[in-house]
Nanobody, 119 residues
Framework: QVQLEESGGGLVQPGGSLRLSCAAS??????????MNWYRQAPGKGRELVAT??????DVADSVKGRFTITRDDGKNLVYLHMKSLKPEDTAVYYC????????????WGTGTLVTVSA
């Protein structure tokens, strides 16, 4: 079964750090056939692209620049989102996405992990 599973979410105080992990099973995203993305959706808001890791490099949204970093380990089929200096507005469900380079029909989504930033 093709799937992505996120982990590492939880409650953290403002200014704290978390590392989210995304593990792929049933398929391999190595060789950059897949662009790996992290999205988030805050309560009452739409889904926002937070970070991307593709063969051209990585990128993050302006809202998290300097605080979030995305890394991928293709050998282990893992993607990470490293988050520091967290703010209450970072509170959201974070989703891992594998976007196939040639066919969106092959895209895979995780079920999400909740990050809550609160004192």
């Amino acid at each position: 079964q093709v799937q992505l599973e996120e982990s590492g979410g939880g409650l953290v105080q403002p200014g704290g750090s978390l590392r989210l992990s995304c593990a792929a099973s049933g398929f391999s995203f190595n060789g950059y056939r897949y662009t790996m993305n992290w999205y988030r959706q805050a309560p009452g808001k739409g889904r926002e692209l937070v970070a991307t890791a593709a063969d051209g490099g990585t990128d993050v949204a302006d809202s998290v620049k300097g605080r979030f970093t995305i890394t991928r380990d293709d050998g282990k089929n893992l993607v990470y989102l490293h988050m520091k200096s967290l703010k209450p507005e970072d509170t959201a469900v974070y989703y891992c996405n594998a976007h196939h380079r040639y066919s969106s029909d092959l895209d895979v989504w995780g079920t999400g992990t909740l990050v809550t930033v609160s004192a």
